[in-house]
């Protein structure tokens, strides 16, 4: 087994509102993301978020569309990186940014999962 360092996680579940999830820094490690996921049920009108990664060399952007429909549910996003990716330095947070599915939505969830070494 490889040892990937200390294990990392953060997940949260909201309604309409932004949603988060941080991997913390550490000092004298390095924070890396393996993948995240976002999922959950639409919103009063439909629409297109965009899902921000902050805290790595460049920032990276993914869309995901939130159907009209409390009870419709949301295509989930599931991102898992073949290669763990780096914070852009050692004690940085890495922050999967979630903003809100919109008005009329009762459940987004997110969460986000690496390692430090």
Do not use: C, D, H
């Not at 913390?24 to 921000?52: C, D, P, R």
């Not at 993914?62 to 290669?83: E, Q, R, S, Y």
Request: proline content about 5%; charged content about 5%.
């Amino acid at each position: 087994m490889i040892e990937l360092g200390t294990r990392v996680a953060a997940s949260a579940t909201v309604a309409a509102a932004a949603n988060n999830q941080t991997l913390a820094g550490a000092a004298g490690k390095l924070t890396y993301l393996e993948g995240f996921v976002v999922s959950g049920g639409g919103a009063t009108g439909a629409s297109n978020i965009e899902v921000t990664i902050t805290g790595l060399a460049t920032t990276l952007r993914f869309t995901m569309t939130i159907p009209a429909g409390a009870t419709a549910a949301a295509v989930p996003l599931v991102v898992m990186f073949p290669t763990p990716i780096p914070a852009s330095a050692v004690n940085t947070a890495i922050v999967v940014n979630v903003p809100s599915f919109g008005a009329g939505n009762t459940a987004a969830s997110a969460a986000a999962w690496g390692f430090q070494q």
